[in-house]
């Protein structure tokens, strides 16, 4: 198994979660442009706390991503910062507000996170066919 490890000045290493959050009260919010809003919106908050979405998926209400996170960044403080920053980004570009963003609650105050390990392709299959997999449990 060729495993590609990255590094830090002081440590090799490959730390990859997948994670899943919802809009607050699991709201169906995300479709049409929020939906096109979002995606380079979280690779963009990625790329600033030095992480890479590795794979994706927004459904009309939660959001399932595989994400490579440094060792020296905790998760939560990492899920903080895209769930914070992003829930800015979508009052600004959809509710029309610039400045005060004092009680914005966008996103629902918890997530799920499970380590990824050697299960890399699993996982990523599982992103990508969630949305069949949802229409499939549908009434």
Same mark, same amino acid.
């Given at each position: 198994?060729?495993?590609?490890?990255? +590094?830090?000045?002081? +440590?090799?290493? /490959? #730390?990859?979660?997948?994670?899943?959050?919802?809009?607050?009260?699991?709201?169906?919010?995300?479709?049409?442009?929020?939906?096109?809003?979002?995606?380079?919106?979280?690779?963009?908050?990625?790329?600033?706390?030095? #992480?890479?979405?590795?794979?994706?998926?927004?459904?009309?209400?939660?959001?399932?991503? #595989?994400?490579?996170?440094?060792?020296?960044?905790?998760?939560? +403080?990492?899920?903080?910062?895209?769930?914070?920053?992003?829930?800015?980004?979508?009052?600004?570009?959809?509710?029309?507000?610039?400045?005060?963003?004092?009680?914005?609650?966008?996103?629902?105050?918890?997530? %799920?996170? +499970? %380590?990824?390990?050697?299960?890399?392709?699993?996982?990523?299959?599982?992103?990508?066919?969630?949305?069949?997999? /949802?229409?499939?449990?549908?009434?």
């Amino acid at each position: 198994m060729s495993q590609l490890y990255q +590094s830090l000045s002081h +440590s090799k290493w /490959d #730390c990859k979660y997948h994670i899943v959050f919802t809009p607050k009260y699991r709201r169906k919010v995300m479709f049409g442009e929020i939906r096109k809003f979002l995606g380079p919106i979280f690779h963009e908050l990625a790329r600033q706390k030095e #992480c890479r979405i590795v794979e994706g998926h927004l459904m009309p209400d939660h959001v399932h991503m #595989c994400i490579e996170i440094p060792p020296k960044y905790a998760v939560a +403080s990492v899920i903080g910062f895209l769930k914070g920053k992003s829930a800015i980004a979508i009052a600004r570009q959809f509710s029309g507000k610039q400045r005060n963003f004092n009680g914005e609650n966008f996103w629902a105050r918890g997530y %799920t996170v +499970s %380590t990824v390990g050697f299960e890399l392709e699993a996982v990523r299959h599982y992103i990508r066919e969630q949305e069949i997999a /949802d229409k499939g449990g549908q009434f």
